[in-house]
Nanobody, 120 residues
Framework: QVQLVESGGGLVQAGGSLRLSCEASISMSSIHGMGWYRQAPGKQRELVAVKGLDGTTTYADSVKGRFTISRDNAKNTVYLQMKSLKPEDTAVYYC??????????????WGQGTQVTVSS
């Protein structure tokens, strides 16, 4: 069983920053793509960012210029650095791993989620 464990969520004021972490129970070198989804109440799940082993990165338009995804394969960890946070960023954020090629991400492994709340 592959486990992904997120941490770093919390409450932050608008304009502030948070860094989310996700540690995998298997070698990151075997996971083609690692990404972050988010889901707010009443809204569809949204792919926020994904990063491949080759460094290819995609972001949702809503977070471009504010969020940065990075991978530390030696630590089996993926990060999401979130800056200039807005109330509309409030959601449960989920770490995911899977196949990533040709700008398509097919998640197969999921974390339990971590709550991010941005106050106005």
């Amino acid at each position: 069983q592959v486990q992904l464990v997120e941490s770093g969520g919390g409450l932050v004021q608008a304009g502030g920053s948070l860094r989310l972490s996700c540690e995998a129970s298997i070698s990151m070198s075997s996971i083609h793509g690692m990404g972050w989804y988010r889901q707010a109440p009443g809204k569809q799940r949204e792919l926020v960012a994904v990063k491949g082993l080759d460094g290819t990165t995609t972001y949702a338009d809503s977070v471009k210029g504010r969020f940065t995804i990075s991978r530390d394969n030696a630590k089996n960890t993926v990060y999401l650095q979130m800056k200039s946070l807005k109330p509309e960023d409030t959601a449960v954020y989920y770490c995911a791993g899977g196949f990533f090629a040709a700008a398509m991400f097919r998640a197969g492994y999921w974390g339990q989620g971590t709550q991010v709340t941005v106050s106005s």
